[in-house]
């Protein structure tokens, strides 16, 4: 074999070493993706799974006698005869008269506890919105409490001993009796979306959470936005490249990188104890997100700034314009896109965050929905720590549902910012 051979099949022989090195790189890597997608896939399911029932709630009708020696015998229909009325009397009173046979104390107790404490809000408001039902019957689907719904749902077994099911048997019996008449239904569940957080489980809903996070991400956006494009403008466009310029651009590199805590220590410390704004308050969350976003939109901003061509800048200072027209009106509307998506990037991430929030009191208990950005708030992601940590069993499945709503949010804010990018995306 002649010399020039051996070198062919010496190259030959390397080459083929290289492709299957190639090959089994790329299959690697296709594991990787697989299995990373796997894994994404289990949890999603395993949350939706455990968070869909939420969106469900279980009611028994009752037949409710709303008699008029329960409100003031002159005026019953006046607000503060409404007011005081013994609704959970009567809600307790249509109990009985379904289960006429129960007598004793203990019974009576267990039977009660059948309905959740808000049947009779539920009783409140419907007199309050309409005073005529007073002297009359009412078909009313009260609430049930997290006991039953547990049971109803299939969350926690019939057969189940009594320690885990958290239902005698007489109020199974009890429970059954009313299934087999046809007064214990699954519904939509309103008071998940129109709720603030409580105590009981079914009575527990997200509408405080959100509004919160809506007052903290709007006030974040009224910040951080129009400072960030400002700035990332001026460090791009204006500012003169020396020793101070680069060592802001290191700092924002660096801010980018911190943990989200130190923004909430420093939140507490400058806005809640050296200015004193209030605590728990939509203004503090979204200011300190607004610390933490502006980074991630100033690097976006000098980004897509950057990425404008300069034939765009001589083109319009060639025909008269001032420097800052030609900034405003020429290169800031080409590297909108790119700013709008590193805008919607960093808000989406500011939504999710947790921690700061934590450390500036946004984690009490709401119940009452927030009007403005002064009133006492807290957050979703706050929420499900919250619910997260709470004994109850039924605030699992809501502690699922809301962290659905939460991805729900973040994923829409992504899909604006990819939609944004693309329809607004200037090809060079």
Known sequence: MTESKQHDLRFERRLAKRNRAEKRFRLFGKLAISLGLV?????????????IDAFTQTRIALEVDIASHHFDA??????????AANYQGIIKSSLRKAFPDVKSRTEKKELYRLVSNGAAFDLRKAVGENPSLIGQ???LWAIASDEVDLVVKGKVARTAPVEERRLSDRQMQWLMALES???????????????????????????AAALGSLF?????????????????????????????????EVNINNLAAVP??????????????????????????????????????????????????PSVREAALALGASPLQTVFHHVLPLAMPGVLT?????????????????????VAFVVDLPKGILDPATALPVQVFLWADSPERAFTERTAAAIL??????CLMNLAAVLLRKKYETRW
Do not use: Q
């Open 137 to 139: 019957r009412l078909m």
């Open 260 to 309: 989200s805590i130190v923004f909430g220590l420093l939140g507490l410390a400058v806005f809640l104890n050296f200015f004193e704004l209030p605590r728990s308050a939509p203004l503090v969350g979204g200011m300190v997100l607004a610390l933490m976003t502006l980074p991630t939109i100033i690097i976006a901003g000098r980004a897509s700034v950057k990425a404008v061509p």
């Open 39 to 51: 894994f994404l896939g289990v949890l999603f399911l395993t949350i939706v799974k455990t968070g």
């Open 342 to 362: 590193g805008t919607i990037i960093g808000t989406a991430r500011a939504l999710g965050e947790t921690a700061p929030l934590l450390m500036i009191g946004m």
């Open 216 to 248: 903290s991400v709007l006030v974040c956006l009224a910040l951080a936005f129009p400072i960030g494009v400002m700035s990332a403008l001026y460090l791009e466009e204006f500012a003169p490249k020396n020793i101070w310029t680069e060592f802001i």
């Open 405 to 410: 709503v939460l991805l729900a949010f973040t």
């Open 74 to 83: 002159k005026d019953p229909s006046h607000p503060e005869s409404l007011a």
């Open 181 to 207: 008449t046809g007064m214990v239904e699954r519904r939509f569940n309103n008071t998940f979306f129109k709720g603030g957080d409580s105590r009981e489980p079914e009575l527990a809903g997200i509408a």
